[in-house]
C-alpha cells in the first residue's frame, strides 16, 4: 500500500451556454459545452519518497445545470461530463483518456 496519492487536476474550458426558455419560472436551466484545457498532477509519497508527475492535454466539456435565487443569493448547479485525451500520458508512451463527471455548486456575481 502507498502511504499518500493525490490527483489534481487545474484547467480552463472555453464553453457556449444555451439558456433553455423559463417561462416565468424563477429557475433558468441551460446547456453548456466547449474545449477544455487541463494540468493533471499525480502526487504519491510512502515511506519519505516523494513522486510527482504532471501531464497537460486537451479534452472538451459538455453538461447542463440551473441557475435559481437562495434567498439573497444568486446561485448555480452544474453538471458536466469532462474527457482530457493523451496521446503520452505522463510520459509512459500510452494513449489514453481520463473521464469524470463533476457536480459543482456556486455562487454567481
Same mark, same amino acid.
Given at each position: 500500500?502507498?502511504?499518500?496519492?493525490?490527483?489534481?487536476?487545474?484547467?480552463?474550458?472555453?464553453?457556449?451556454?444555451?439558456?433553455?426558455?423559463?417561462?416565468?419560472?424563477?429557475? &433558468?436551466?441551460? $446547456?453548456?459545452?466547449?474545449?477544455?484545457? +487541463?494540468?493533471?498532477? @499525480?502526487?504519491?509519497?510512502? #515511506? %519519505? *519518497?516523494?513522486?510527482?508527475?504532471?501531464?497537460?492535454?486537451?479534452?472538451?466539456?459538455?453538461?447542463?445545470?440551473?441557475?435559481?435565487?437562495?434567498?439573497?443569493?444568486?446561485? &448555480?448547479?452544474? $453538471?458536466?461530463?469532462?474527457?482530457?485525451? +493523451?496521446?503520452?500520458? @505522463?510520459?509512459?508512451?500510452? #494513449? %489514453? *483518456?481520463?473521464?469524470?463527471?463533476?457536480?459543482?455548486?456556486?455562487?454567481?456575481?
Amino acid at each position: 500500500g502507498l502511504g499518500d496519492v493525490d490527483l489534481s487536476d487545474l484547467g480552463a474550458n472555453a464553453n457556449v451556454v444555451f439558456w433553455l426558455p423559463n417561462a416565468g419560472s424563477p429557475v &433558468r436551466a441551460y $446547456v453548456t459545452g466547449g474545449p477544455s484545457y +487541463s494540468r493533471i498532477k @499525480f502526487n504519491i509519497s510512502d #515511506s %519519505g *519518497t516523494d513522486l510527482s508527475i504532471s501531464d497537460n492535454n486537451w479534452g472538451f466539456n459538455v453538461g447542463g445545470g440551473l441557475d435559481f435565487a437562495l434567498g439573497a443569493l444568486s446561485t &448555480r448547479l452544474d $453538471v458536466r461530463y469532462r474527457r482530457i485525451s +493523451s496521446d503520452d500520458i @505522463f510520459g509512459s508512451g500510452e #494513449s %489514453g *483518456t481520463i473521464q469524470y463527471i463533476p457536480i459543482t455548486f456556486g455562487l454567481t456575481f
